[in-house]
């Protein structure tokens, strides 16, 4: 590994490991949604969070560490908001196409970057990010049908996902971000697993779902998570945040590839735009904040 690392050159080793990463997200969503007619949105949410969470706080063993309440409180809302993105980006993915999907949720950070900033610049790749959502949305008949509900809790995703980068930063403020990550995830589970049972029942104790169960929890939050800490640690966050931007491309990729999700030529070019104000807003930013494991 050492030769490997030399011969490419570790900046172009990161690169890779960011790569691998997004890979790895959405090869996990594309697994995940095959749960789906088994145990439902709800259910395999439920599943991914258990497992990952387990994954985690034996790697993390969080217990070691001694929280103030404030810190306990940041974790625990961190954890929500984690929770939450999760459901109902899955929830999404069960009406609407990985790539749009994701797009739409994309629009959650890019939106917190945008509010960050009074660049007059920025101003151009919000009006690109709108025109791109505006073109995903079926309001012409050039747009392939969506489910508006679909849409509804992509948005929701969005959303949620901007509350984790804003309540992420401020826990790993005061508490390291392993520990933040095992007990954000581990409330995560405790909050969705309930309703996860509530929909699927029975069905979820099925042993035949255990592989699948471990396989998402593994390729959607471990792996990556991991990985994208390495890469953090030898790539400035500017260039982290404009390798993150390409993700709802890659996923409309996945989309097509593994589930066999066909776009129209519409629904690319508005997939480009959001991809294309993400890395404008990235590049133009002075500091880029970054919380690994973002993706659902």
Not at 5 to 23: D, F, H, N, S
Not at 170 to 175: G, L, N, T
Not at 216 to 224: D, E, G, Y
Not at 261 to 278: F, H, M
């Amino acid at each position: 590994m050492s030769r490997f690392r030399t011969a490419m050159g570790p900046v172009t080793v990161a690169v890779l490991t960011v790569l691998i990463a997004m890979c790895s997200i959405q090869v996990g969503a594309s697994l995940a949604k095959r749960l789906f007619p088994l145990v439902g949105a709800q259910g395999t949410t439920a599943l991914r969070l258990l497992f990952a969470a387990l994954i985690l706080l034996a790697v993390g063993r969080p217990w070691r560490k001694r929280l103030s309440r404030a810190e306990v409180r940041s974790v625990l809302v961190y954890g929500a908001a984690l929770g939450v993105m999760n459901l109902t980006f899955y929830l999404a993915l069960e009406r609407i196409p990985l790539g749009i999907a994701v797009a739409i949720e994309f629009t959650g950070p890019l939106g917190v970057a945008l509010l960050s900033t009074r660049k007059a610049v920025d101003f151009v790749w919000a009006l690109l990010a709108i025109v791109g959502v505006v073109l995903i949305l079926p309001l012409t008949g050039t747009s392939q049908a969506l489910d508006w509900i679909g849409v509804g809790w992509a948005l929701a995703a969005g959303t949620c996902w901007a509350l984790y980068i804003l309540f992420g930063q401020k826990a790993v403020a005061s508490v390291h971000g392993g520990t933040v990550t095992s007990l954000g995830m581990a409330t995560a589970a405790l909050l969705v697993v309930p309703f996860g049972v509530a929909h699927a029942g029975t069905a979820l104790l099925d042993v035949s779902l255990l592989p699948f169960a471990l396989g998402v929890a593994v390729l959607s939050s471990a792996l990556p998570y991991s990985l994208e800490m390495i890469a953090l640690k030898r790539l400035p966050t500017r260039t982290f945040g404009i390798l993150m931007s390409v993700e709802p491309a890659l996923a409309a990729l996945s989309g097509l590839l593994l589930l066999d999700e066909r776009l129209t030529w519409v629904q690319w070019t508005a997939i480009g735009c959001i991809v294309l104000a993400s890395v404008g807003s990235s590049a133009s930013s002075k500091k880029v904040e970054v919380t690994p494991e973002a993706v659902p």
